[in-house]
């Protein structure tokens, strides 16, 4: 269960989903938020994403879920 889930792992850093299809990133978004109880980022692409790794201000994400197919920047690209 998502409370059994918060208990276990401490909750420092929000979780990054990474897609280019946004109907998909917000359901994602929300069902982490709200199942899971998690905090959620979100990037529309690679590029995007990589802000969350070179942004001091932002607290780094302890999880992404990122697509592998997307424009500008694709997932490989972003992993690499």
Do not use: K, Y
């Not at 978004?29 to 529309?44: G, K, M, N, Q």
């Amino acid at each position: 269960s998502g409370r059994r889930a918060s208990r276990l792992c401490p909750v420092s850093s929000p979780v990054l989903v990474v897609d280019d299809n946004e109907d998909f990133r917000t359901l994602l978004a929300t069902w982490i938020e709200e199942d899971l109880r998690r905090p959620v980022s979100v990037a529309c692409d690679g590029q995007d994403a990589m802000r969350f790794f070179t942004d001091d201000e932002r607290a780094r994400p302890e999880l992404v879920l990122l697509d592998l197919e997307m424009p500008i920047m694709d997932g490989r690209a972003f992993h690499a």
